[in-house]
């Protein structure tokens, strides 16, 4: 386990290494940032002196070990749009992200694995098809479309329908915003107020929506192929209950391949919640990033998706332990290697 563990460490810190040096060069082509920062009437000295007071001027591989030293102490540089420490920025504006992302991954495999376990069980029933329909609608319809939807239905109308129905309008849910926060050392939360919590479940639940039904049918089909194997068939022939064919035998087997799409759909979720941010107006790291691009803010652009990718191999690396330790059967087959070897 030790050396498997110390192979991947390998392994992403090789990977966050190339990452991050591609997206500074990509980065460099995204737009000249002093243009950004000064006016027009600059002269072209001025210019050449914002330049090299940025070091701009360096060549590519001087700018990136820069930024790559100054990184691996938490040093990610000066926003050329805010003339502000972006690990300032990116403190700001993580709790959001981070709570959007707990919040639809959370509904995606609270509704998504028993969904799934569901339709696997009860094939060919009306419940099963009007659940499978749904989840192709899900899979299908994009994230912007699904937001703006939701939006038009319990934000926009819903004073409309809660007043037929004899409800109060406070029913009705915001449409932007992240609502009441909270201060916990440096980290601001939403989820302890009740404006906050109200002004979450709609961008969470369209994170959601195309997760769940993703985990949905995955966990069905796997849930179909395991209830067809030979052991599922000797469990049935020892008399054991179809509760512990179905829970005990049949789901454990069937969440092992589910572990690894899961935790690459959550980092997903952070990469991702770039759209569902900026339908909502949520103040997270992705909103800040459309921001950057628009003024080729590069330490921001940079910062955000070295941080992205930080969170995808950590989840990466996760997900390999656990598997690791779920399935005795990788166990095995590295205590083997490991003698064959001596």
């Known amino acids: 386990m030790l050396s498997f563990l110390v192979s991947r460490l390998l ?8 990452v991050s040096f591609l997206c500074f060069v990509l980065f460099n082509f995204v737009g000249d940032p002093i243009n950004n920062m000064v006016g027009q009437e600059a ?18 591989p001087v700018q990136f070990l820069r930024f790559l ?23 700001e504006r993580l709790p959001a992200t981070l709570e959007l992302v707990f919040c639809g991954a959370l509904l995606a495999l609270l509704l998504g694995i028993p ?11 009306w419940d099963t098809r009007a659940v499978m329909t749904f989840s192709l609608a899900g899979v ?33 849910l915001p ?17 302890l107020t009740g404006g906050g919590l109200k002004a979450i479940i709609l961008p969470s639940v369209t994170l959601a929506l195309f997760q769940m039904t993703l985990v949905l049918r995955l966990v069905r089909s796997e849930m179909l192929e395991v209830l067809r194997t030979d052991y599922i068939k000797f469990a049935r022939a020892r008399g054991l209950t179809n509760r512990a064919v179905h829970f005990r035998h049949a789901l454990k087997n069937t969440l092992l391949p589910v572990i690894t799409v899961i935790g690459l759909q959550v980092g997903g979720l952070i990469a991702f919640s770039i759209i569902t941010e900026t339908v909502f107006q949520w103040p997270g790291m ?10 080729a803010d590069i330490p921001v652009m940079a910062a955000y998706l070295v941080m992205v990718s930080f969170f995808f191999v950590t989840i990466n690396l996760i997900v390999d332990l656990t598997y690791a330790v779920i ?6 087959d590295r205590a083997r290697a490991a003698g064959n070897a001596a």
């Open 11 to 18: 392994q992403a810190a090789a990977v966050m290494t190339a």
């Open 43 to 60: 002269t072209p000295q001025e210019r050449a002196e914002l330049r090299h007071a940025l070091g701009l001027d360096d060549p590519v």
């Open 69 to 91: 030293g100054n990184a691996a102490v938490g040093n990610f540089g000066k926003s050329y749009r805010m003339a502000r420490p972006v690990e300032q920025l990116i403190v």
């Open 115 to 125: 969904l799934g376990v569901l339709t696997a069980l009860r094939r060919d029933t």
């Open 140 to 172: 299908a319809m994009p994230t912007f479309v699904s937001g703006i939807l939701l939006i038009y239905i319990f934000s926009v109308e819903c004073t409309g329908w809660v007043a037929w129905l004899g409800l109060p309008t406070s029913l009705c």
């Open 175 to 191: 449409s932007f915003g992240r609502g009441d926060t909270v201060q916990i050392g440096w980290w601001s939360s939403g989820l």
């Open 286 to 295: 992705g909103q800040l990033f459309i921001q950057s691009v628009q003024f």
């Open 327 to 332: 399935d005795p059967r990788l166990r095995v």
